[in-house]
């Protein structure tokens, strides 16, 4: 063998002294030709006495290297026999290969972004004598990991998860997002979760899909079978969706619709996050508005409106007031939702104005290539909180009256910034922040276009 050159120069190929196909695939990748040979060696056995004597981590994967390759030497000694193996510490815990699924699941889960160290260890044995040996030890670091990616991980590789210790496969695994409409060109997701993925240096992807409304079971039925880690859905599908997942969130039947998903196992999950995104962003603009706002005002009886009020129902808001064009659409909405909920003529809006500590407007009013929308802010007082779920423009006409008019102006793209954190989180693992530099990002391209 001679380094570097991809040269074997022996006319057989070399024994490997072990069961796993990663190492036979790396020797192979170096021009070296292999046979596997796996060793009757008692691993925990040789082990025990080893670590009850005080051995370093690198001195047993050394002997069970040597053990190996000492096996398979016996029984073929005019062959070269590589032995090999590793093992693994963690906070003064010794891991093992994991005997089963559920064994791999909780090494992997106390792997997950903890510093650790390896210890790999060679032997090179012909006919019983050792022609060179060696072993290095290697710090590192697994990235955070969900439960949901992990069970992703255990039943896309199987029982190979059983061959080596650590689980670093799912290290190099490229987890596929998305986000379905139709249509979809239009959407910033992408920017948002291409951003999260370089900052955190995630091997994944995050694309447009495009599927009209009578193709949206086969699409399911893709992400069922393993082509994409998950998801954002958003207009026309998102009640649609509601109907073909496994299992929904609280949230999201209350809303009754769905704008996230992904996989656990077989099973598809939804979620509605436009709920936790447009909260979250308040909490960020204005911290403590939930215990300064006695009412709420809110425009619209849609989708987005009945998510709003789910929320601020379920933030302790004493009144919340829904104006609609069509007053019946308001009145099932506030009757479905109960409690604090309430529906208002749409002809009362300019009045209620005066009432209200936060405002929102949640239709597609103000909207670039949208009508304008009709209010009169003469009645707001100084420091009511306006918020527009639009957010191109990024400064609505609502939102420029009421800063004028000394209002606390919320915009819609935080909501939108806000709402995808969950699902990044669910999807590749790390739970990303919304920084200033995303947003000014964000801000950018809007304004270029």
Same mark, same amino acid.
């Given at each position: ?8 120069? =022996? /006319? ?26 796996? /060793? ?16 370093? /981590? ?13 096996? +398979? =030497? ?7 026999? !590589? ?10 815990? $010794?891991?093992?290969? @994991? #005997? ?10 106390? !792997?997950?972004?903890?510093?650790? #160290? ?20 290697? *710090? ?6 969900? @439960? ?35 249509? +979809?060109?239009?959407?910033?997701? %992408?920017?948002?979760? &291409?951003?999260?993925?370089a900052e955190h240096g995630l091997a994944g992807s995050y694309e447009r899909v495009d599927v009209a409304p009578p193709d949206l079971p086969a699409f399911v039925a893709r992400l069922r079978a393993g082509e994409f880690t998950g998801g954002n859905v958003t207009v026309p599908h998102k009640e649609a969706m509601l109907a073909l997942v496994d299992q929904a969130t609280d949230a999201a039947r209350a809303i009754g619709a769905v704008n996230t ?13 436009? +709920? ?10 204005? @911290? ?13 009886? &849609? ?11 379920? *933030? ?17 909405? $506030? ?7 309430? $529906? ?9 104005? &005066?009432? $209200? ?13 949208? %009508? ?9 007082? %100084? ?9 191109? @423009? ?21 909501? !939108? !910034?806000?709402?995808? +954190? ?13 920084? /200033?530099?995303?947003?000014? *990002?964000?801000? #950018? ?5």
């Amino acid at each position: 063998m001679i380094a570097g050159s991809r040269l074997w120069l =022996s /006319p057989q190929p070399l024994l490997l002294a072990s069961g796993s196909s990663t190492r036979r695939d790396m020797l192979m990748a170096a021009g070296i030709p292999v046979e596997t040979v796996k /060793p009757t060696v008692d691993e925990r056995a040789l082990e025990a006495p080893l670590l009850s004597a005080g051995e370093s /981590p690198a001195r047993i994967a050394l002997a069970l290297a040597l053990a190996k390759a000492s096996a +398979v =030497s016996a029984q073929q000694p005019d062959r070269l026999v !590589l032995g090999a193996d590793q093992t693994l510490a963690c906070a003064d815990e $010794a891991f093992h290969k @994991p #005997a089963d699924r559920a064994a791999a699941a909780r090494q992997i889960a106390a !792997l997950a972004g903890r510093e650790h #160290a390896l210890h790999s260890a060679f032997a090179l044995l012909r006919g019983g004598k050792v022609l060179a040996k060696g072993h290095q030890t290697a *710090r590192l670091t697994m990235r955070p990991l969900t @439960p949901g990616l992990i069970g992703s991980y255990l039943d896309m590789v199987g029982d190979t998860a059983f061959s080596s210790v650590g689980g670093y496969q799912i290290e190099g695994i490229v987890r596929r997002g998305f986000v379905l409409g139709h249509p +979809v060109a239009h959407s910033r997701s %992408p920017l948002i979760h &291409g951003s999260w993925l370089a900052e955190h240096g995630l091997a994944g992807s995050y694309e447009r899909v495009d599927v009209a409304p009578p193709d949206l079971p086969a699409f399911v039925a893709r992400l069922r079978a393993g082509e994409f880690t998950g998801g954002n859905v958003t207009v026309p599908h998102k009640e649609a969706m509601l109907a073909l997942v496994d299992q929904a969130t609280d949230a999201a039947r209350a809303i009754g619709a769905v704008n996230t998903v992904w996989c656990e196992g077989d099973r598809i999950c939804g979620d509605n996050t436009d +709920v936790s995104g447009f909260l979250a962003h308040l909490d960020a603009t204005a @911290p403590g508005w939930d215990g300064r706002v006695g009412t709420a005002l809110v425009l619209g009886a &849609g989708g987005a409106a009945r998510g709003i009020a789910f929320g601020l129902k379920g *933030r302790g808001i004493g009144r919340i007031i829904l104006v609609n064009r069509s007053h019946a659409r308001a009145d099932e909405l $506030a009757a479905a939702l109960g409690g604090s909920v309430e $529906a208002a003529d749409w002809a009362r809006r300019d009045a209620l104005v &005066g009432d $209200a500590d936060l405002v929102i407007n949640t239709t597609a009013l103000g909207m670039n290539g949208q %009508p304008p929308l009709e209010i009169d802010l003469a009645r707001l007082r %100084p420091g009511t909180l306006v918020d527009d779920i639009v957010y191109v @423009p990024l400064q609505t006409p609502l939102l420029i009256e009421a800063t004028r008019r000394g209002g606390v102006p919320v915009d819609g793209l935080g909501m !939108l !910034l806000h709402q995808a +954190v969950p699902g990044f989180a669910r999807w590749f693992g790390v739970t990303p922040t919304v920084t /200033p530099a995303l947003r000014a *990002r964000l801000e #950018a391209d809007i304004l270029g276009h």
